[in-house]
């Protein structure tokens, strides 16, 4: 299978920036490129001229047949065309192809280089082997011949009695061939609950992933180091913990030149955005307040625009705070110093109060969000309770995920109906949510009920708009929720006393909790580790309860989304359940 990930493009000088591939390279491959309707930026015949987003051979080729893709010289046989975000500049002929690639990055994989032929007895290697090359991690070494030196950062003093080893033997880094397990349960057959399996027996497969922390030797001088960090995309409460965090370590390994980039991305290149310099003196309360120091900002990645300036700036290791768009553009950033081949390291951690960056047990902000809905939720209850058929109404984020809503439902104990993206109901007639709630009032005499901003939208006019970044900018279900709970008890004659809370940014905009405090302490600590350790290209995260390093490239191929069958989406406070699909009645799934 064949993954081709496209995202968030503008198209402001797309000429300039084209990469072309020959079309003699690919013999018989058939094209191509998939995507979402409405974003694609230009689609244009072998001429080059654009045919744009009407183009019937573009309608053709999204609505479902397979293809193969070519790129890099080769023609990949692909079973199922699949897609995310898609908005590149690609243009085509029919046999043989042709691809230009858009000035944003195209990041691809191919997720199996072969079929996976289950009688083959060595299928299992080649899947791992597969794995390990695709979980590997790009080195700055990969393209320069560099030697590494003794690290500045050390852990003698650190060290407590009791160890088995011998003090001048113990030294506590981590070696470059540790390895964590991302999966750890060996599943007895495919019928297990929750059961994700490689083949048709639910073998077990091992898929290793790279451990975080610091290494014995490093491949930068840190006196000679300039370091920048930059925060992008929505708050998100923990940045100012990982941004101090960052610096600190920067200076117990002894760099002096510390920068922040302001305002996201666009600190790169809009003139009057000064750097910050930081050091620990700086830094040392900004995690007391929520917020990031340095501000953030969606939009406006000019990838070559940014390499340019951190040429100019003489910039080494740019740590880079955000969620899905900012990996994409850090990916993009450190893909483009390779091919200038600078020596800088690029290295992400993963934000977003969504929660919904793939392999990561949580990203940082999302408990504090969690916890800050619950207090939404808890007057939403007792104003549901004190009235008289009361229904509390709560929208939470969660553009295309609803972990924040269904996280926070399921601890409040509150909740008797949570509508999340990942699951489609109805909201009229016999099985629909509108039904449900007459029940509930019947019944108990007060509801309250939980939405994610990313529900429903199936129900609600489809806009085509995008906020600067190129997200969708989605209908808002919350308030269309509230008129029709009212509309729906007038039209019924039943009295019904709605409250709608809708406590968006005061979640994302508070200050980290405990949990999310060390979270953010390590994932930033780990960041600079895998900085001075000549990665690039890399995100920190906690993945299975680990700490580790995973490329950029594997964690953005798709948003992480609540798996709605699975164990913690069906455990269920008491009285609260998740409307299960459009045929089942809500009230048969509690
Ligand atoms: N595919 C991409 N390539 C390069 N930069 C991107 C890409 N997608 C988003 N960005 C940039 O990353 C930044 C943050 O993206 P955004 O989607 O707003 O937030 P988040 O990182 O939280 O998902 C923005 O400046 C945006 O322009
Ligand atoms: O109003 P803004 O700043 O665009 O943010 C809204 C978005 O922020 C989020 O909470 C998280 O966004 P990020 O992935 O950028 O952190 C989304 O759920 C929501 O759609």
Redesign the pocket.
Known sequence: MVYV??????TRSPAAIRRRVSPAQAPGCSVVVSGETGVWSAISPGSGSGAGLGDPRVSGLISGSTYDLFWDGHCFKSKHTLFY?P?TLVAFNQVPVSIWFGF??L?WKKEKSYDLDFSDPSWKEKYQEDWNRRFSLPHITDIYDLKPRLTTFSLKKNRTDGGSLSADKWNGYVNKDDRALLKVIKYASPTSAGAECVDPDCSWVEHWIHRAGPRKEIYYEPAEVKAAIVT???L?PGLNDVIRQIVFTLEIYGVKNIVGIQF???GFFEKGLKEMPLSRKVVENINLSGGSFLG??????K?SEIVDSIQARRIDMLFVI????????????HEECRKRKLKVSVVAVP??I?NDILFMDKTFGFDTAVEEAQRAINSAYIEARSAYHGIGLVKLMGRSSGFIAMQASLSSGQIDVCLIPEVSFTLDGEHGVMRHLEHLLEKKGFCVVCVAEGAGQDLLQKSNAT?????VILSDFGVHMQQKIKNHFKDIGVPADVKYIDPTYMVRACRANASDAILCTVLGQNAVHGAFAGFSGITSGICNTHYAFLPITEV?TKPKRVNPNSRIATKKSPGCFFIATRTRSPGLTK
Do not use: L, P, Q
């Open positions: 990930v496209v995202k968030k493009m503008n975000f908005a944003h990055s990041e992008c995309g929505g998100c996201g991305y666009r953030v900002s969606r939009g406006g990645a990838t955000g969620g899905n768009g900012s990996h994409a553009g850090a990916n993009a950033i934000k977003t969504d906020d600067a970044s190129g997200n953005i």
